[in-house]
């Protein structure tokens, strides 16, 4: 009887640790792929005769962790980019890579949506409207932003769909916090961009685009804020030449419309040299029917020589932000080191 009790026993014992390992097993740490990139940047610039330029020499240094690997069938990643110092998280996104399905990333600064497409005309170095007072807002569009969204990115028959989505302002929380909702704003916003190349159309050389979004607005009278961008590239050789078009609506009573143009063209002059240059008109519809242009251009040029990379822009502004006879010009030359 005893004895039968112990062989009770010690095979209830060999199920439990049978069943305790599988349950380890199956939540024992999978295996992941980690790279570390940086680059540091040194940077003059040049402001205006009406503003002080004071030191114009500064600097940037990014460190970039990313790691990649297998989760029950999925390809799970995440990148955390850190900017100037260790203690700040320039940008963070985890994805989760489907397969057929698409891949789903929770974003927090790396670009999303509509964000991603919001200037595609072609530049060596930085885009036209780069280091100039208050453009960084005007005619560019983007309604959920590329923090603290949800972001979706699949291809549907040579189309690639890049969508965003979020609740409240778009800020970077850290877990366990909430944001509140955005600045005279409701609680969240969406947008999407669509891309393709000219294969599809049988054009080789052939980049195109579209995009849309929409951000709620809270208040009496207020509607959604509406954000829309096109935009064509042609490369021949070494030549590209890129066009857009966008136009952001206010759902503010009384606020004022953005009409973007703008073009571009870069050309290449070998595998290490390349220029550029710009245009970019922006139609500020005030709500009383005056119109005002920002009329805005750039030059820009690029060497590389391997990790090394030498860059300047030259960008100027009239009727900045749609202020007749504010003006703006800004010169930078940067000297970037991967490793």
């Known amino acids: ?45 040049d402001e205006d005769a009406s503003e002080v330029t004071g030191n114009p020499y500064g600097m940037k240094t990014n460190i970039g962790f990313t790691a990649s690997g297998e989760v029950n069938g999925y390809t799970v990643s995440y ?53 100039l007072d208050g453009l960084t807002a005007g005619g560019l569009v983007g309604t959920a932003g590329a923090s603290g969204v949800w972001n979706y990115v699949n291809t549907f028959n040579g189309v690639t769909l890049n969508a965003a989505a979020r609740k409240g302002s778009g800020t970077k929380n850290a877990d366990g916090a909430s944001s509140g909702a955005a600045a005279n704003a409701g609680q969240g916003a969406w947008d999407f961009a669509l891309t393709t190349d000219g294969s599809m159309l049988g054009v080789d050389g ?30 021949a050789g070494p030549v590209t030449f890129g066009a857009q078009m966008s136009e952001i609506s206010s759902g503010l009573s009384g606020a004022t419309a953005e009409e973007t143009e703008a ?40 060497y590389t020589m391997g990790s090394i990379k030498i860059a300047g822009n030259i960008n100027e502004v009239s009727d900045n932000g749609g202020t007749v006879g504010s003006n703006d010009e800004m010169t930078e030359i940067a000297v970037s080191f991967a490793f």
């Open 1 to 45: 009887m005893n004895n039968n009790k112990r062989i009770n026993m010690n095979n209830l014992k060999k199920i439990g640790l049978t069943a305790l390992a599988g349950s380890l097993a199956s939540i024992s740490a999978h295996a992941a792929e980690m790279t570390v990139s940086g680059a540091t940047v040194l940077t003059y610039t």
């Open 79 to 131: 990148m955390q980019t850190s900017a100037d110092q260790f203690a700040g998280m320039s940008s963070a996104r985890l994805s989760v890579d489907m397969g057929d399905m698409g891949t789903v990333a929770f974003d927090q600064g790396s670009g999303s949506g509509l964000g991603t497409i919001d200037d595609k005309t072609p530049t060596a170095a930085e885009e036209i409207w780069d280091g």
């Open 206 to 235: 052939l980049a195109i685009g579209a995009g849309y979004g929409e951000a709620s607005r809270d208040g009496a009278g207020a509607t959604d804020d509406d954000h829309w961008t096109v935009f064509a590239n042609y490369s």
């Open 263 to 302: 073009w571009g063209i870069a050309f290449n002059i070998n595998d290490n040299l390349s220029v550029s240059y710009g245009e970019r008109d922006v139609d500020f519809d005030a709500a009383g029917g005056t119109t005002t242009t920002e009329k805005g251009e750039g030059v820009a040029v690029a």
